[in-house]
Nanobody, 119 residues
Framework: QVQLVESGGGLVQPGGSLRLSCAASGGIFSIDTMDWYRQVAGKERDLVARISRGGMTNYADSVKGRFTISRDNAKNTVSLQMNSLKPEDTAVYYC?????????????WGQGTQVTVSS
């Protein structure tokens, strides 16, 4: 059974930094895309950043220049370095991975980690 475990959320002041990590485990053959999403209560879950297996990245306009997504294919992990944080970055952050097990592929979500930006 594939599990994604996130870590690194917390409370930070505006202008501060946080680093989120997400580690996948459980019989994994390969992982294609790795994403970070975020969700504010009562709103849809939005894509923040995506990284392909080859390292190509995409970012939401709201985080470009402030957030950096990276991955370690050997360790099946994805990270999100968040700098110059703003109150509007406050949300629950989720990782999403497209995982191959044998000949089957499907998406898996992490459990979510709260990020709060406040003075």
């Amino acid at each position: 059974q594939v599990q994604l475990v996130e870590s690194g959320g917390g409370l930070v002041q505006p202008g501060g930094s946080l680093r989120l990590s997400c580690a996948a485990s459980g019989g994994i053959f390969s992982i294609d895309t790795m994403d970070w999403y975020r969700q504010v209560a009562g709103k849809e879950r939005d894509l923040v950043a995506r990284i392909s297996r080859g390292g190509m990245t995409n970012y939401a306009d709201s985080v470009k220049g402030r957030f950096t997504i990276s991955r370690d294919n050997a360790k099946n992990t994805v990270s999100l370095q968040m700098n110059s944080l703003k109150p509007e970055d406050t949300a629950v952050y989720y990782c999403l991975m497209y995982v191959g097990i044998g000949s089957s592929w499907r998406y898996y979500w992490g459990q979510g980690t709260q990020v709060t930006v406040s003075s």
